[in-house]
């Protein structure tokens, strides 16, 4: 019997709150399934499962914020027989909003619980149902449970809050929190600079080589199929990095582990402050007109607040571009365990010798920001002058 456990979504993240389940017992999940929704610093993140099979036991109800590693679900793989149905123990939860959770009684029904206040002894409440019927001040004695022997349980609550009510919640849950993502960028970024001893470089390249194949390439599509130049930019880094594995991966427990994939991180501006660097997978292997159609998808989603967990968690280098507010060159703060960051500003007239004549060329600056650990400043010159020569020739990439 396999157990889903809460993932970790960075090296920031401690604990989630689960606001969704997709899925119920008896259901069969395969492999990249979503399968639950999970509230983070980061926004509200798809949770997608890998161990196919059939889902034999929801652990945790919903509303509840739990540390990375708990166990949320039960999954019996394909043949497997089934087990009875036993109380299971339940990670302890961490307070939300200041509403302190109860010790769990000695031994645990289905659904951790406390007596109503008031009511009959042997009626039960879970925790998530309890804590929606304080926030709307509902009166549990008068709420007929349907869970296991009479427990009162979210579905119950919800039921008697009526739609408008439980539907106005869940859009309160699902919503970025700008300040708390802020909280968990500081301190990402407070530990990337106390830990990784950087370095940076900045490389100057010459794109009317992409702007002209790019104008040549546009022409003939309809505007919501266009190519932009970003998408040359991170198919570049990416094809780079296959070429230069040191900086494509992770250092951990005090070695180096490169990546055999690679899944562009792209730095990704929310409005109203806020940022994330979710991974466009496998980049170095995606036809450019797929890489753009993934692009737009996930600066819609994670502008929505709404990505996948793998999005999250499996950047292996990060891309970032500036160029778009008019800023030249950008040296950024490498995002941990990650070992390297590629910056683009913006492409500026600039005169240029080529054919042994001055001539005025789209010029952009490639900075990179590399961990010291692992590179040193001769390797990062050769991986910033592969992407600049891949960049000089658009029709191969």
């Not at 639950?36 to 890998?50: D, L, M, N, R, S």
Request: glycine letters at 10%; charged letters at 20%; hydrophobic letters at 45%.
């Amino acid at each position: 019997m396999a157990e889903f456990r809460m993932p970790s979504l960075g090296a920031d993240m401690e604990a989630g709150t689960l606001i969704e389940w997709l899925v119920k017992p008896g259901d069969k999940v395969k492999r990249g399934d979503i399968v639950a929704v999970v509230e983070t610093q980061k926004g509200a993140i798809e949770i997608e499962i890998y161990e196919p099979g059939q889902v034999e036991e929801i652990l945790v109800p919903l509303k509840t914020k739990v540390p990375v590693g708990t166990p949320l679900a039960r999954i019996r793989s394909e043949g497997e027989a089934a087990v009875p149905a036993q109380a299971a123990p339940i990670a302890p939860a961490i307070t939300i909003a200041g509403v302190p959770e109860a010790a769990p009684p000695a031994a645990q029904p289905p659904f951790p619980s406390l007596a109503v206040p008031g009511g009959p002894a042997e009626t039960r409440v879970s925790p998530a149902a309890r804590r929606l019927a304080q926030m709307h001040g509902l009166d549990l004695s008068a709420v007929r449970g349907s869970g296991p022997g009479g427990a009162i349980v979210l579905a119950d609550v919800e039921r008697s809050l009526g739609a408008p009510v439980v539907q106005a919640e869940q859009k309160r849950a699902i919503g970025l929190d700008l300040d708390a993502m802020r909280v968990a960028i500081a301190a990402a970024m407070a530990r990337s600079k106390r830990e990784i001893p950087h370095y940076y470089l900045q490389h100057q390249v010459d794109v009317t080589p992409c702007e002209k194949w790019l104008e040549k390439a546009n022409a003939v599509r309809p505007p919501s199929e266009r190519l932009l130049m970003g998408a040359l930019a991170i198919k570049s880094v990416a094809l780079a990095a296959r070429r230069f594995p040191a900086f494509n991966g992770f250092y951990q427990g005090g070695r180096y582990e490169p990546s055999a994939a690679i899944h562009t991180g792209v730095a990704i501006a929310i409005r109203g402050g806020g940022l994330a660097a979710p991974a466009l997978r496998d980049a170095d292997n995606l036809p450019l007109d797929e890489l753009m159609s993934r692009l737009r998808d996930l600066v819609q989603r994670t502008r929505a607040g709404r990505l996948r967990s793998s999005e999250i968690a499996d950047s292996t280098i990060t891309v970032s571009s500036l160029g778009e507010r008019g800023v030249e060159a950008l040296y950024g703060i490498i995002y941990p365990p990650q070992v390297a960051l590629v910056g683009f500003g913006k492409a500026v007239q600039r005169p240029w010798v080529a054919d042994g004549a001055v001539v005025p060329r789209s010029v952009v600056t490639i900075t990179l920001s590399a961990d010291h650990r692992v590179s040193d400043g001769h390797a990062g010159a050769l991986f910033l002058s592969e992407i600049g020569r891949l960049l000089e020739e658009p029709d191969k990439l």
